[in-house]
C-alpha cells in the first residue's frame, strides 16, 4: 500500500491486488459495508499519519476507483465543515464518510517524463506489442490501453510499466478534452518504431 499527499486536504493511496488478498478482501468488497473494509480503512489512515501527519475528523470523501488488473486507488479529501452542535460531544475520533466508487475499462499509466514512457514501452514491447493512446497532461505523458486482452498478460504488462511510471486515476475524456493528443492510435508500436 503506497500512500501520497495530493494537496494539504487531500491524500491517495494505491493499493495492489495483494494488498487486498492479504487482508482477505475482493475488489466487489469495497462496495459492501463489512468490517475488513473498516478495517482496511483505519490502517490507511493509521498509515497517511504515520507517513505525512494526516489527520482525520469530521466529513471525509473517499473516492475509490477500480483499476482492471491493477488494484484500486483510493482518494481521501477532509472536509472542513463543523460538526453540528449536537455531534460537537463526540469523540474526536469520529469521521464521517461519502464514499464514490468508479470503475474503469481502461489502464492508464502516467509517466513523468517522456523518457520514461520509452523505456515502459520497450520493458513490455513482447507482452503488449500493439494498441495503446498516449497524451501529454499537466507536466506527464500517459499511457491508455484497453482491457480487451488475456488478464495474465495484463497483468505482467502492468507489473512491468509500474516500474516506469504509476497508474492514474484521470480518465481518458479528461486527457482528450483538456490534454494534447501525442498518438491516438497503435501508441507502443509507434514509439518502438521512433525511439528503440
Not at 69 to 75: D, P, R, W
Amino acid at each position: 500500500m503506497r500512500v501520497e499527499r495530493l494537496s494539504r486536504d487531500k491524500i491517495r493511496f494505491f493499493l495492489s491486488l495483494n494488498d487486498l488478498m492479504e487482508r482477505g478482501i475482493e475488489k466487489e468488497d469495497m462496495w459492501r459495508d463489512i468490517p475488513k473494509v473498516h478495517e482496511l480503512f483505519n490502517d490507511m489512515m493509521d498509515q497517511a499519519y504515520q507517513e505525512l501527519g494526516f489527520e482525520i475528523s469530521g466529513p471525509v470523501a473517499v473516492e475509490v476507483f477500480a483499476l482492471p488488473a491493477q488494484g484500486m486507488v483510493i482518494v481521501v479529501t477532509r472536509g472542513r465543515t463543523p460538526l453540528p452542535p449536537d455531534l460537537d460531544e463526540l469523540d474526536e475520533d469520529m469521521y464521517e464518510l461519502e464514499v464514490t466508487l468508479e470503475e474503469s475499462d481502461e489502464v492508464i499509466f502516467r509517466f513523468s517524463d517522456f523518457e520514461d514512457l520509452i523505456q515502459g514501452t520497450i520493458a513490455v514491447r513482447n507482452l503488449l506489442p500493439e494498441g495503446g493512446r498516449v497524451y501529454a497532461y499537466r507536466d506527464g505523458y500517459f499511457l491508455v490501453l484497453d482491457t480487451d486482452m488475456d488478464t495474465k498478460t495484463l497483468q505482467q504488462g502492468i507489473a512491468v510499466l509500474t516500474e516506469f511510471g504509476e497508474p492514474s486515476t484521470t480518465t481518458e475524456c479528461v486527457l482528450k478534452e483538456y490534454g494534447k493528443t501525442i498518438w491516438q492510435e497503435n501508441a507502443l508500436p509507434e514509439i518502438l518504431r521512433y525511439f528503440a
